[in-house]
């Protein structure tokens, strides 16, 4: 029940161990709609874009679905001429983000989230996406996520299958790899127009509209006494 209301709501935790410490990961189901790759064309790799070198083998960006090959993270269409952009890693293959500054945290928008489970619910399919982080020998795979709610059966119709994924508390890092063993790992980072603001920023705007309003105030109530003064 508790993991149920977690999912519900949008927000779920998980502690992974590391060499220094421990990295925290949440999942928010889609679906969703990220532009980061939108200014590339489909089957690019080896560019780089806002400041991250994106290299790899049997990989590339895509657009929309196709069949049997891969298939468009939710809500960013399954057309593969009006879809938004997104990177594939296709079967034995790997991609490589590089950053020219360490990081300490990650977003990803993970489509089709593949965690080994057969239609059955059997988890002898061995399909398994996964990332790898250069620093604190830091991984995450698609099995990991279905203890805070994914489905894991690589569904790119279901929210829980499509998930945006965050990972916080890690040791400075430059460098990310995506590999999958079966399907595709279909993914792209948050960008402009998907971003959903923290609570924290809420808060943030929430004063500066404040601030904004009561200037405002200030400014009209300063006219109304000049203008009685005159009179």
């Not at 080994?116 to 099995?143: A, E, H, P, R």
Request: glycine residues 14%.
């Amino acid at each position: 029940m508790r993991r149920g209301l977690l999912f519900t709501t949008g927000l779920a935790w998980l502690a992974l161990a590391g060499a220094a410490g421990a990295a925290t990961v949440t999942l928010s189901p889609g679906p969703m709609n990220p532009q980061y790759f939108a200014s590339e064309p489909a089957h690019a790799n080896n560019f780089t874009l806002d400041g991250i070198m994106w290299t790899g083998t049997n990989a590339g960006t895509e657009k929309g679905t196709t069949p049997d090959v891969d298939a468009a993270p939710l809500g960013m269409g399954t057309s593969t001429s009006t879809g938004t952009t997104y990177m594939a890693v296709q079967s034995g293959g790997s991609e490589t983000a590089t950053w020219s500054k360490p990081q300490t945290s990650l977003s990803i928008y993970w489509g089709s989230i593949d965690a080994g489970i057969c239609g059955g619910g059997s988890q002898s399919c061995g399909n398994v996406n996964s990332i790898s982080i250069s620093m604190d020998n830091f991984t995450l795979t698609g099995k990991q996520l279905m203890s805070l709610g994914a489905l894991g059966r690589g569904s790119e119709t279901s929210a829980a299958d499509n998930e945006l994924v965050k990972i916080s508390g890690l040791s400075p890092f430059t460098e990310v790899t995506f590999r999958t063993t079966g399907n595709a790992f279909e993914f792209s980072l948050p960008g402009s127009g998907s971003a959903v603001p923290e609570p924290s920023t809420w808060a943030m705007l929430a004063l500066g509209f404040a601030g904004l309003g009561y200037a405002a105030f200030r400014r009209n109530s300063k006219k109304g006494d000049t203008a009685l003064g005159a009179i």
